[in-house]
């Protein structure tokens, strides 16, 4: 680190294997947080295929076995008293190992039947990261601001799969670069006045080549005798130009905001299934290669308004759209014009300083993504194929969300609920064709989907025993439909339910504490129900002594039905802190998974059956760590 007053720099570097990723989700890195009124979706580009291994859902280090090597530098820079200039860059590289085994029990009432599968995989990739911010102000009410970024990630997936007994190896590399560029001006015209603009490009490639040793979908080629290997390559590019101009206008009881802008996104991609067979030429379907362009250019105008009346706050917002769609593929090509108004409007109502009620509701226009889109299959896994519906469509959904509010954050009882509805008029559901080999997967277009959900929480601070008690409550709701197996349209109903009762210590002296238990339900119902239920309980006491000793002790249990293993998992944690030289010198020792619990399985239920999954963890270790700071 290095401080003065014209320039900070700091340099950070890390290399571990002991289960922490230290480079973290570096897609974040790039994302602004603007409130931008496109249809067109988040403007990043959606893999198609991805070797993935799921976490166990009882924190990331508990599963990850991994070796990590990063370095990261961040400088700030003032040249002159009216500009400032910020630098960050990043390169790292990681690779991560992951064993699981996976029972998938398939059960629809007309189709039964039980898959076995194990996975030994390792994700390895190379990051770099750069992004660069000037930021002038030329005089005391205006702003230039500009931001580029830069992002660079190889990765390199490889896994030893055993499906019913047939083993097979796969391999995935994924490139994807990412460049992007905005420009911000801000002028203030009065007081309460003010006048923004920017504009934004974007450009990114994620290029893709899949390989698989064996042909697990023999059916979907009778034709094709013997296959050594099964290749799929694909590409995908996206290119956004956003442009837009804001007028934001506003006093104590009124706020209002005009905006007039263009959004144009351009995907393009292809795919390409490739059968080979050593001393033959390769055979390449055309029922499963893709090529197709896919443009929308929104063009907006967005009003949006806020009253306070006394206890009472209005807001809303009206957006009218203009959406213009290009789709073009090997065989067609089709130029779809629509305008869409996306209205929303809800208030705010105090009804006394403990009591507040919020309440709105609005409607949603917007395109398909050229994921739902492809017009051919594509090979999305070791053994299931995806084709998209194959022409652009707007989706039109409404929002209804109700809060209430009854205390402050200052007294002994906070209490709130929420609820939210969401009726999808227009949405993609699946049609969906499933042997023990192979899934099919189309985009199909339905009509009513619905989701409903409700969350509660109370928090209580006792003051006799200086805790605070908390209590959460859950249910939600989600009903749509879809089609297996050339099937009429069925109904599925998914529920989920979830109950928790917590107690922390609230007091300033050497000793905390923090307890609590929780419990859910999963149920999904058509023809047949399926269902589990789990709980989970936790213990966290900490210690302190003086200024130079503290410690924290952790302890977790997990439960679930017999419908999945009926067996509970405990783990538990120890980490001790002391002091040698306060703010100076530190000495730390760690101890994770000290009852050296080596897996544990976690269960999920849909509409066409159940699926357990057994974790394979890291084993319990200890570790001292000395902590210097200059």
Not at 191 to 198: A, E, V, Y
Not at 296 to 319: C, M, P, T
Not at 383 to 411: A, H, I, K, M
Not at 588 to 606: M, P, Y
Request: with cysteine; proline share 2%; glycine share 6%.
């Amino acid at each position: 680190m290095n401080f003065s007053k014209t320039h900070k720099s700091y340099l950070f570097a890390n290399m571990n294997n002991a289960g922490s990723d230290m480079m973290g989700n570096t897609d974040l890195l790039t994302e602004t947080g603007e409130d931008i009124p496109d249809v067109t979706g988040k403007q990043r580009i959606q893999e198609v295929l991805e070797l993935s291994a799921y976490s166990p859902g009882i924190g990331s280090k508990r599963g990850l076995f991994n070796r990590t090597r990063s370095v990261s530098s961040n400088t700030i820079l003032k040249p002159s008293d009216r500009m400032s200039i910020k630098a960050i860059g990043l390169l790292g590289a990681d690779s991560q190992d992951f064993t699981e085994s996976t029972i998938d029990q398939i059960e629809t009432g007309e189709i039964q039947y039980t898959n076995r599968q194990a996975y030994q995989l390792n994700k390895g990739k190379k990051t770099g990261f750069g992004k660069l911010q000037v930021i002038h102000n030329p005089s005391e009410n205006d702003m230039l601001e500009s931001t580029t970024f830069f992002y660079k990630n190889k990765a390199r997936d490889a896994s030893y799969l055993l499906f019913n007994d047939q083993s097979s190896q796969e391999h995935l590399h994924t490139d994807n670069s990412l460049f992007e560029q905005r420009l911000n001006y801000t002028y203030k015209i009065k007081n309460r006045s003010i006048l923004f603009c920017s504009g934004r490009f974007v450009h990114e490639e994620k290029p893709q080549e899949y390989y698989i040793d064996r042909f697990y979908f023999q059916e979907l080629f009778p034709e094709v005798k013997e296959v050594d290997e099964v290749r799929q390559l694909l590409a995908n590019r996206m290119n956004v130009f956003d442009a837009k101009i804001s007028l934001l206008k506003g006093d104590e009881k009124n706020r209002w905001l005009f905006q007039l802008g263009n959004n144009y996104r351009q995907d393009k991609f292809s795919s390409e299934l490739v059968l080979s067979k050593e001393g033959d030429k390769p055979l390449i379907p055309r029922s499963h290669f893709n090529n197709l362009s896919y443009g929308v250019n929104d063009f907006y105008l967005l009003g949006n308004y806020r009253h306070k009346f006394r206890q009472i706050e209005l807001f809303g917002s009206l957006a009218l759209h203009h959406l213009l769609h290009t789709y073009q593929t090997s065989s067609s090509r089709q130029k779809p014009c629509f305008w869409a108004i996306n209205p929303h409007a809800g208030m705010e109502w105090s009804i006394d300083r403990r009591n507040k009620l919020t309440a709105s509701y609005s409607y949603k226009t917007r395109s398909a993504q050229i994921s739902n889109l492809y017009d051919h299959d594509v090979l999305s896994g070791f053994r299931s194929f995806t084709r998209g519906y194959g022409s652009p469509v707007r989706l039109n959904s409404s929002f209804f969300v109700l809060n209430y509010q009854l205390g402050n954050f200052d007294e002994d009882l906070l209490a709130n609920v929420f609820a939210m509805y969401i009726r999808e008029h227009d949405s993609f559901s699946s049609d969906m064709f499933l042997s023990r080999n192979t899934v099919q997967t189309r985009s199909i277009l339905v009509h009513g989907n619905s989701f409903a959900s409700i969350n509660s929480k109370v928090d209580y601070y006792v003051k006799p025993i200086k805790s605070n008690i908390k209590l959460k409550v859950s249910f939600s709701e989600n009903t749509y439909e879809n089609i297996l197996n050339h099937s009429d349209f069925r109904k599925i109903t998914a529920n989920n339910f979830t109950i928790g009762l917590e107690m922390r210590s609230g007091g300033t002296s050497g000793f905390g504490y923090h307890i609590g238990t929780q419990w859910s339900r999963s149920l999904s119902h058509t023809a047949l129900t399926h269902s589990y239920c789990s709980d989970f309980s936790f213990l966290d006491l900490s210690c302190k002594l003086g200024k130079k000793f503290d410690a924290l002790f952790k302890l977790e249990r997990y439960g679930f039905s017999r419908s999945v293993s009926g067996r509970s998992y405990c783990f538990m944690d120890l980490q001790m802190n002391y002091r040698l030289i306060p703010q100076k010198i530190q000495l730390r020792l760690s101890g994770t998974n000290l009852l050296n619990t080596d897996q544990f399985i976690s269960a999920s239920v849909s509409d066409i059956g159940s699926s357990a999954t057994t974790y394979k963890l890291r084993p319990r270790s200890v570790m001292l760590t000395l902590e210097y700071r200059y």
